[in-house]
Every structure is written in structure tokens, then in C-alpha cells.
């Protein structure tokens, strides 16, 4: 399975390891917190659109949907940078006391629409390619960074909050965080899963972004 995203590489800060005593480690296992939770800084990325790609013929020809579309991006996109800001923390669904996905919500730089736009085009471009299920054509797109979900524990065995975890503590310290401001640089089709050496997920296709102001 294959996934179309805009990726951020690294966006917060390192957290340095301290001597966490035994007992600390049990209440944020009470809580439903571990490690395994928590999203790769390395896999960090905007999703524009989830596609069902079970084979190379179809991987292929959403890498060529890509390729064809990327002057209507860059149209869309004004041929100018985009960058956007990531600000505190949301809840995907239900509330902080029983967490499923964490996530940074995502503000555009400036206010404008153009990364919008431009993830608009590129939906389209693959829908008309017939490359998206017929489950998933009413997906409606909102962009945001994961930091923490639920599906990704490890240790599901002998958990009661092996669908869930507490992250009201977390809401309380890192609500209101300001994570930084990110330059957009492209958009992927990358293959969950599968992963290439710097650590993202494995690139099957690219389109670049304007990253320079153009002059005319």
C-alpha cells in the first residue's frame, strides 16, 4: 500500500534521554503512553491522499499522474514557495483523556490557499486516473503532522488502552507549543512500511516544489 504525502522532515525538537526512574515509566505505561506510539521525527509528513497501490502497474502509473500533473501544481502553487507553521495540538478523534491520534495542526504561512490548491489538484489528478477506491473518494482533506497514534503500539497484549492512551499531561505542557515554521519542498508518493536510507518512507515518485521566489 502506497501513500501520496507532503513530507516535513524533523519539525520538533529532540528530546534528550534522563534518568526516568522505573515508577515513571509505569504511570505513563498506566496512561497508555510508550514509546512505540509515537511518530518517527524521520517519517514526519503532511498526508494529502491514502492510495491502494497493490501492484507495480499501478504504482507506475500513479508516479506518471504525478509527473503529468506537476505543471498544474506549480500553477497552482503560483510558482512560489509555500510554508506553513505547526502550533500546538489537536485530537484526531474523542478527547485527550482517551487520545487516539495527536497531531499538529498546520497553518499556511501568510494565510493563503495555494498549498490547498495545489493538494486539490494533485487529488484530482488521481482520481480522474481512476486510481482512487470508490471507498475513499469522499475523503476530506485536512492537513496536519501526526505526532502520536494509537494503531502503531507494539505492546498490545495484557493493555487496556491498547486502542487509546491519556495525553491530557501532554495537552497541559505542549497545547499551546509553537513547533516552528516549514518550507514545503515536495510532495511523495511513498510506500508505507518500506523505507529508503535516510530513514522516509521509500520514495516511488516526487514532484518538486518552488523553493526560490521566481524573478521575472
Known sequence: ???TNIPLVSYLPKVSKSSTSESKASKLLDLGIEKSIFIKPKTFHLTVLMLKLWNKDRIEAAAEVLRIVSPKVIDALENRPVSIRLKGLECMKGSPAKARVVYAPVEVIGGED???RACQVITNAFIEAGL???????QKLK???TI????????????????????RK??????SEDWGE????EAHLSQRFV??????????????FPEEMQLD
Open 1 to 3: 500500500m502506497d501513500k
Open 114 to 116: 495555494r498549498l490547498l
Open 132 to 138: 482512487v477506491l470508490e471507498n475513499d473518494l469522499n
Open 143 to 145: 492537513l496536519h503532522a
Open 148 to 167: 502520536m497514534n494509537a494503531r502503531h503500539r507494539k505492546s498490545k497484549k495484557g493493555s487496556k488502552k491498547a486502542d487509546s492512551f491519556d495525553a
Open 170 to 175: 501532554i495537552f497541559g505542557q505542549y497545547g
Open 182 to 185: 516549514y518550507l514545503i519542498c
Open 195 to 208: 523505507f529508503d536510507d535516510d530513514g522516509y518512507y521509500h520514495c516511488c515518485a516526487s514532484l518538486p
